[in-house]
C-alpha cells in the first residue's frame, strides 16, 4: 500500500474515535464483514490515542470509508471484495497502531 492510500487510510480511522467518543449516540452498526469491523475497531481504538486535531481531521474520511464498507456489503460481490480490501486495511495501519 502506497503512502497515499496509508494516509486516507489513517485519516479515516482517526473519523471513527471521534465519532464513537460521542457517549450518547449508539454505536454504529457493524459492515456485516468479518474483517472490515475488526478493521474498524482496531481503527477507532487507534485514533482514540490521536490528539484532537488529528481526530477532527481524520472524521469526514473514515465516516465516508465506513459509509461505503456497509454499501458494498450490501452484495455478496461487495462483500467478498471488501474481505481482500479491509485486510489490506488492516495490515496497512499495523505500523502505525500494533
Given at each position: ?32 464483514v ?9 481503527y ?36 467478498a471484495?471488501?474481505s ?8 496497512a ?6
Open positions: 500500500m502506497n503512502k497515499k492510500s496509508l494516509v486516507c487510510v489513517l485519516v479515516l480511522g482517526a473519523i471513527a474515535a471521534v465519532t464513537a467518543c460521542k457517549k450518547d449516540e449508539p454505536a454504529a452498526p457493524g459492515i456485516g468479518a474483517e472490515c469491523d475488526a478493521y474498524i475497531t482496531k477507532e481504538a487507534c485514533i482514540g490515542k490521536m490528539g484532537a486535531a488529528a481526530k477532527s481531521a481524520a472524521e469526514p474520511g473514515f465516516k465516508a470509508q465506513r459509509d461505503a464498507f456497509k454499501q458494498a456489503a450490501g452484495t455478496p460481490a461487495g462483500k471484495a471488501l481482500t480490501q479491509c485486510k489490506a486495511a488492516m495490515d495501519i499495523k505500523a502505525t497502531c500494533p
